[in-house]
């Protein structure tokens, strides 16, 4: 190893003392606090020493971490697009970690384990993180190198392209990307981001154009009031408007990157409040009406954009045509006619807004029942009449014409009558003035381009007012999922103690020690309603193996959602481990409580066995993870079928790759649940689809690995 290289590695016993330096250097964090150092004296292992201290560094830090791997042939583009970042390379004595704070132009900022920043290539820092790996390669590409001939720089180019030949797909750093999590508050998350400066830039860029356009005319205008107009007045007219040009890419090009930037937060905030919502905010809804969902987060995203960028520059436009209209002929009667017509432009506004809301309410609508007919299209074909398979969409359909055409009349009214309009009545205000012989002809004629200037602000004003009122339309289905992004932000934060170590490591416990205690427990699903659970009572100790039985509808699966924490019991007292829900946190509460819902809840996702495994620890995963999810899979019976598979464990399943029979897909929620390695675990149901002989082996592998155990079951 170089001496560079060892001036860059931070060993995993010094992260946290180089976790600051890092922070210091970004705009991640705005709380400045001491982080300690992961604790080499804790009974784990490294890696999982590291994953754990992480985790707690994330939340007191509110910061959110990725871990993602890249390969050879894409290491450079990687690094040039993932600070600020740990990247983590294989060291003799155990992990250590490079600190990637920020790359611009080809550069690479990392900090050495002095505290210093060091600049460098990026060529030169991906060799760095690759020249163990290369060095195993060097002899066979020396062979290939003996005959190439020219100059050292062709010859140096040519290695690289055999070297990326060679291990081009090989995953050469796994590295863990730091970002502002959007848990926390809105507008300081964007402060924090790159919009302001975006928002900035493209303001400033179009108050520069705008200002370009009215200097342009005001030269020519001037030059033909004052009757000059000389070839130099023409010639710097010209000028001034193709300088707009190059101004006006450069406002599009702001306005693009704002724009992306602004949407990307908003769909990461989107992305995380649809994770947190409840299960009973979603339960009701079906596959319909959750799609009419994400058609409205793309639809308020793109609308909100783009009506939002109008109106900026409307706003903008419209400070220049006040400034206009003081200096014109008549600037009390056209401002008096600019408040006129604002006025009327809002109560347009608000008539469009309940048009469209209804016509939201009924294209939303039509969405789910649609989704809903084609997936019970075959039960439809045989159950229902022939002569009524259309009625519902039919009246769905002229509710919806109905719907479209009162919005559209009322929109073609705010862009059609608000500029014209405008327009009508500032001409009409100017009729004295332009008859008054003894009146100002300067000032008449400023005037008068006021009001044609007015009708082109009018007119973009009224498109942006159209888009911002489509977008509120449609918050009013997204803004509970963006609110429910901040659930649980302020997360309890502790030490890292024996408590925190892995589940699936041995611990220093009483087989006595009580898990969850549930104390006169109610709940009913309406307020008024008849309790379901009335005074439910459980304790669940370590090694207790818990039998739920009971017929259906009477409220198994109910008791299940409130020890899960999926819904909050009216009345009584639920505790894990001596702290209740709130204290804890949901999201903690629900690692050390996992569940196998019943098949209905519970779901295949079309990616690899492995992914659908490991849901519930870290991914990409790790070696030992994969030799875990490896060894519960053979003691669930499904060996065969992982020898079955082309790809093992990287076999795609799901509903369009590898089909799975109801016997499979349940063990594969109960492995998913053991992997999980909490410290108690419910199945509801979960054996109900197996085979005696197969039952009896799957029980026996949850008997042995879970700590404490409910299952569910039918009399």
């Known amino acids: 190893m170089s001496e560079l290289a060892s001036k860059l590695l931070w060993p995993l016993s010094r992260l946290g003392e180089g976790f600051e330096l890092l922070l210091a ?49 894409e290491l450079e583009d990687f690094l040039r697009r993932s600070p600020p970042a740990l990247l983590r390379v294989a060291h003799p004595d155990g992990l250590a970690f490079v600190l990637l704070a920020r790359t611009s132009r080809g550069k690479a900022v990392v900090i050495d384990v002095l505290g210093i920043r060091r600049t460098l290539p990026l060529r030169g820092l991906a060799g760095l993180l690759t020249a163990k790996l290369e060095e195993r390669h060097k002899p066979v590409v020396d062979r290939m190198m003996e005959s190439v001939t020219g100059s050292e720089r062709r010859r140096a180019r040519v290695r690289r ?47 520069a154009e705008y200002a370009l356009l009215l200097l342009s005319w005001f030269t020519i205008g001037r030059a033909l009031l004052e009757d000059r107009l000389t070839a130099g007045a023409v010639v710097t007219w010209g000028l001034l408007l193709l300088t707009t040009v190059p101004v006006r890419m450069l406002v599009t090009d702001l306005g693009g990157r704002l724009m992306l930037e602004a949407g990307l937060l908003f769909k990461r905030r989107i992305l995380e409040g649809g994770l947190r919502l409840l299960t009973d905010e979603i ?27 109008l109106a900026l520059t409307t706003v903008i436009e419209l400070a220049g045509l006040l400034f206009i209209i003081a200096r014109g002929a008549a600037p009390l009667t056209q401002f008096l006619a600019l408040v006129l017509t604002l006025a009327l432009a809002a109560l347009l506004g608000k008539r469009l807004y309940v048009a469209l809301g209804s016509l939201s309410d009924t294209r939303l609508e039509l969405t789910h029942e649609t989704v809903e007919q084609m997936v019970g299209h075959r039960t439809r074909l045989i159950e229902e009449r022939p002569d009524r398979w259309h009625t519902r969409e039919d009246d769905l359909l002229d509710r919806y014409l109905a719907s479209m055409k009162t919005a559209d009349c009322r929109a073609a009214r705010l862009l059609m009558l608000i500029p014209r309009g405008w327009l009508i009545v500032a001409i009409v205000a100017l009729t004295p003035f332009i008859l008054d012989a003894n009146g100002s002809f300067d000032t008449t004629a400023i005037s008068v381009g006021a009001a044609f200037l007015g009708m082109r602000v009018f007119a973009q004003g009224t498109s942006s007012a159209v888009h911002l009122v489509l977008a509120a339309v449609a918050w009013k289905r997204i803004g509970p999922i963006f609110r429910a992004a901040t659930r649980d932000a302020q997360a309890p934060t502790c030490e890292l103690w024996q408590e925190d170590l892995p589940m699936d490591r041995p611990r220093v416990k009483s087989t006595s020690a009580v898990v969850l205690q549930a104390h ?34 009477g409220g198994k699966s109910t008791f299940l959602s ?14 894990l481990e001596g702290w209740d829900r709130h204290a804890i946190g949901l999201e903690r509460w629900r690692q050390k409580v996992v569940a196998a819902p019943q098949f209905h809840e519970n779901r295949i996702f079309a990616e690899s066995l492995a992914f659908n495994l490991l849901l519930g620890r870290a991914w990409p995963p790790s070696p030992d993870d994969l030799r875990a999810a490896r060894n519960i899979c053979a003691e669930l019976g499904l060996g065969p079928l992982l020898k079955r598979m082309p790809s093992g464990m990287d076999q795609l399943v799901g509903e369009i790759g590898w089909q799975l029979s109801h016997g499979e897909q349940s ?49």
């Open 562 to 575: 409130l020890l899960m924490g999926f819904r909050d019991p009216q009345s009584g007292l639920l505790l």
């Open 25 to 73: 250097t970004t705009s991640l964090s705005q709380r400045l606090v001491r982080l300690p150092n992961p604790d080499a004296r804790l009974p784990i292992v490294p890696e999982e020493m590291f994953r754990a201290w992480l985790v707690r560094t994330a939340d007191q830090l509110q910061l959110e971490t990725l871990e993602v791997e890249t390969t050879y042939r």
């Open 667 to 715: 063990r594969i929620f109960i492995a998913r649940a053991l992997l999980q390695s909490a410290r108690m675990m419910v199945l509801d149901e979960s054996f109900g689809a197996l085979d005696p002989e197969t039952m009896r082996r799957a029980l026996r592998c949850v008997l042995d690995r879970a700590p404490a155990l409910i299952v569910i079951a039918h009399p």
């Open 161 to 207: 392209v055999l070297m990326t030949e060679r291990l081009g797909v090989v995953r050469v750093v796994r590295a863990i990307l730091l970002r502002d999590t959007v848990r926390s508050a809105w507008w300081g998350l964007v402060h924090r981001s790159p919009v302001p400066l975006r928002l900035a830039s493209f303001l400033t860029a179009h108050a």
């Open 283 to 309: 339960r009701t809804q079906g596959a319909g009406q959750m799609l009419g969902r994400v058609m409205e987060a793309n639809l308020i995203e793109t609308l909100a954009q783009s009506g939002g960028v």
């Open 520 to 553: 006169d427990l109610v709940f009913r699903y309406r307020e008024l309603g008849r309790p379901l659970l009335n005074g439910a009572s459980l304790t669940v100790r370590d090694g207790d193996r818990i039998l739920l039985e009971g017929p259906s509808g």
